[in-house]
């Protein structure tokens, strides 16, 4: 399958793109795309759209001072793009869409597939338009709603926290939910398939800093304590029963601590 790919310099479009050229597929990273752009997407079969524009470090405020500019980038440049492949023939199409969509549900509201979008920002507000104009095309399109994404390289957003906690610095109590971004790049492998529904939640761990730290204390040595538990009572929970019907199996706290090292050895100045 020839599939082409945006973002692939961002934080998770690297994985994609390894696990579609593991995959055996002909990717074609659309060198110098950005969003608002056509690209010809003739003799593609694929299309996964990764890219979007943002601050530094922040998806929900991510506008910054510019919500027009930012509204203009990632939904209007999204439906472009989605424009150029229907016009080139291209079968299907993949978007990193956001668990963000669910912000204004109620809390401990469990997330299913097929639960209609309720955003409460301009972020989510982006994703769901742009979920909205992608199930409207006459091709198989799925929308990932992914969690918060861990890994080496780009991904490794815990520099600071095991910083923190390495040095003795307070650190906050939080559990969120998280997926490891190998994980992630085989969910939209999978959504490929002409079987995958229209929108699939993308969630692994439901993590607690507590032993998120713990490991770290474990490889390290540190004997700082952990913070305490957070009360998770109130947390969304995206149900990925879509997912695993397709055959995903993601690696849960197994390849959280197989990760670890590697986190650890890309920490800043501790």
Known sequence: MRIALTG?????GGFMAHAVRAGGHDLNPLPGYRLGDAPDLSDHDALIHAAFAHAPGRYRGGEGDDPEGFRRLNLDGSLRLFRAAVEAGVSRIVFLSSRAVHDGHPAATRLTDDLPPAPTNLYGEVKAEAETALRALPLHTVSLRATG??????????????????AGRPVPSRVATEVHGDDMASAALLALRPEAPATLNVSDLVLDRHDLLAEVARLTGCRHPPPPRADASALRIADCSGLMALGWRPGGMDLLRATLPSLLDQRADL
């Open 8 to 12: 692939t310099s961002g934080i998770v």
């Open 149 to 166: 994404v861990y890994g080496p390289g780009k991904a490794n957003k815990w520099h600071g926290l095991f910083a923190d906690y390495l």
